[in-house]
């Protein structure tokens, strides 16, 4: 991560806009000249969520700063949902992980008692 820096984005519709990119910010690679300014996006590195060497999702830190529909403030992007969250959301997504790791367990013990040959 760097220090904010200013860029200047062109637009379909405000032209060039001058904006400041947060130190978290990687940068804007794939910014399209016919983008809308409510369009431009602030996102951090991915973190990528695999399993067993499989990619399940990722998460990063966003922001739409000119955002007319959504939060114009920061925001965690969770591809396994399609969403952003506030970091109360996100505490919320992690509590139904936990949850959910709780009821993959009781099958994982489910299984080893029927493969062990308990009730089939």
Do not use: K
Request: proline share 8%; aromatic share 4%.
């Amino acid at each position: 991560m760097s220090e904010p820096r200013t860029i200047v984005l062109p637009t379909l519709d405000h032209g060039e806009v001058t904006l400041t990119c947060p130190a978290w910010c990687a940068g804007h690679p794939d910014h399209r000249p016919d983008t809308h300014r409510a369009d431009i996006l602030h996102a951090g590195p991915d973190i990528a969520l695999t399993f067993h060497g499989e990619h399940i999702g990722d998460a990063s830190l966003v922001q739409a700063p000119f955002s007319e529909l959504t939060s114009r403030g920061p925001e965690i992007s969770v591809s396994l949902l399609g969403q952003t969250l506030d970091p109360a959301g996100v505490y919320d997504l992690a509590a139904a992980l936990d949850r959910h790791s709780d009821q993959l367990r009781n099958l994982a013990d489910q299984l080893s008692a029927l493969l062990a040959g308990g009730d089939r």
